[in-house]
């Protein structure tokens, strides 16, 4: 089974401090995703990498920027955190063109 | 717009009792439409795909049916558990081909299965 591990569980971070998510999977998968979800919004896509080194903005990429030095990890990360960021992340990764697995999820409460 | 929409938003429902979700979508071009489950604190997990061409697809006690045509979407819970409570995301798939896919959420239905 693909495993996508996020690093976190749960996360408490100070407005203005920088906040670095981390994810892995582990079946070599391409496509890696970073979303939050927040209630009533559903599931928007902050941002996505189709390979190693490469990324690009989705829905709501501002105040985020990310990372993929290698093609196992996609890093997501808060320059400089704000409340309004307090949320639930979730990453995913594929092949591309195939299913979504996501991870358990990062809730961060930005304080 | 593409939207997905979900209908109820919660739902309560006594254990062994059956249910269906329903999700109407407005999405173009169309690839494909999946129901993910999503217990509190934890991320979606796939209960089934469908493509243009499927009307139904069971997965245990899950069935899934899709009406391209009307585009309406529908999760059939049969015998409901207690296990069952939880949060069902319909997802939709626009179609810009192979990897580029745009996901579409829908809001989800909460699922209260009570004893």
């Known amino acids: 089974d693909v495993k996508v591990t996020q690093s976190s569980r749960y996360l408490v971070k100070r407005t203005g401090e920088k906040v670095f998510l981390e994810c892995v999977q582990d079946m070599d998968h391409e496509n890696m995703f970073w979303y939050r979800q927040d209630p009533g919004l559903g599931l928007r896509l902050i941002y996505f990498s189709y390979d190693v080194k490469m990324k690009e903005k989705g829905d709501i990429p501002e105040g985020y920027s990310v990372s993929r030095e290698k093609k196992e990890r996609f890093s997501l990360i808060l320059e400089s955190a704000s409340t309004n960021q307090t949320s639930m992340y979730l990453c995913?990764?594929?092949?591309?063109?195939?299913?979504?697995?996501f991870g358990s999820g990062t809730r961060l409460t930005v304080v | 717009k593409n939207q997905v929409e979900q209908s109820p938003q919660s739902l309560i429902i006594l254990e062994g009792k059956n249910c269906t979700l329903q999700c109407n979508y407005t999405v173009s071009p169309f690839s494909n439409l999946r129901w993910y489950k999503q217990d509190t604190g934890r991320g979606p997990v796939s209960l089934t795909i469908?493509?243009?061409?499927?009307n139904t697809k069971s997965n245990g006690r899950y069935t899934a049916t899709l009406d391209a045509d009307t585009k309406q979407s529908s999760l059939h819970i049969t015998a409901s558990q207690l296990s069952d409570s939880a949060s069902y995301i319909c997802v939709v798939s626009q179609n810009y081909g192979g990897a580029t896919n745009k996901l579409i959420f829908g809001t989800g239905t909460l699922l209260a299965v009570q004893p």
């Open positions: 469908m493509t243009f061409s499927e």
């Open positions: 995913a990764s594929r092949l591309p063109g195939g299913w979504y697995t």
